[in-house]
């Protein structure tokens, strides 16, 4: 949800020259932030995982140095040499998310799944700043290449929660109850993409690239039932991403 959006973000917006090194520092400030992200929260006690005695909280907080260090290094080349502030727009709205789903996993368990939702909006936020930091443009094309990231991160965030919460139901009734919200999110995300291929913001190649996600979700309310494997599951929703990337890319490439 962090790279695949940032690598069609960054392919759509065609770096040239320096852009190139621009793209990698964006990319270097990214993964600091996501890296640096769990042990800030073990140090600020709000996540499972806490520093149990002095030596690992001297840990955490070198490795908060080392991530802090690498990303803000890496932003403020690209905001004070060169003046990428539309990275704040971008980065402020990543934020909010970020915020909002901790404030969603306060509530407990029953808003795990809606929190991921929020979250996901921050983690795909790569596509906007990574196509902006490529074309120095901050438009209605790179807005529209986080929309169908995040539209793809929330459908497989609804497939593995509804695999999860299903892994013992063995009828279609069953299948039903626990991927109700699934069999939801693939009618609002048609919906979504053919608004957007109507207007003119999705190119008709593109939309293959839900093709895949699509089929395997509504497939699996009818398939023979098996013991899940998250493992399994797991490498086939990597593939589902590359796909898509792959297919998001070329459809854009395409048009443009």
């Not at 932030?33 to 909280?57: K, M, V, Y």
């Not at 939801?184 to 608004?195: N, P, Q, R, T, Y």
């Not at 913001?201 to 013991?227: D, T, Y």
Request: contains cysteine.
């Amino acid at each position: 949800m962090l790279l695949v959006p940032l690598a069609t973000g960054a392919v759509l917006g065609r770096p040239v020259g320096d852009r190139i090194v621009l793209v990698s520092l964006l990319a270097a400030a990214a993964l600091g932030l996501f890296c640096a992200r769990t042990p800030l929260e073990a140090w600020l006690g709000i996540s499972p995982w806490r520093a149990q005695n002095p030596r690992e909280r001297r840990v955490i907080l070198h490795s908060l140095y080392v991530y802090a260090s690498v990303s803000l290094g890496a932003l403020a080349i690209l905001l004070w040499q060169i003046r990428s502030y539309g990275l704040l727009l971008v980065g402020g709205a990543a934020a909010a998310a970020f915020l909002g789903q901790a404030l969603l996993k306060s509530r407990g368990k029953q808003a795990r799944m809606a929190a991921q939702l929020v979250g996901s909006i921050g983690l795909t936020a790569t596509a906007a700043a990574a196509y902006y930091v490529a074309s120095a443009r901050l438009d209605t094309a790179s807005l529209v290449i986080w929309a169908v990231n995040w539209i793809f991160a929330a459908n497989q965030i609804l497939y593995v929660q509804a695999r999860i919460h299903s892994s013992r139901a063995t009828t279609f009734d069953e299948r039903l109850a626990q991927g109700k919200w699934l069999i939801l999110g693939e009618i609002v995300m048609v919906l979504a993409l053919a608004l957007a291929w109507r207007k003119g913001w999705l190119p008709s190649l593109a939309l293959l690239a839900f093709a895949s996600v699509l089929w395997r979700g509504l497939a699996w309310f009818f398939s023979s039932p098996s013991r899940l494997q998250i493992r399994r599951l797991g490498i086939g929703e990597l593939i589902h991403a590359v796909i898509f990337a792959a297919l998001l890319i070329v459809g854009f490439q395409i048009r443009g």
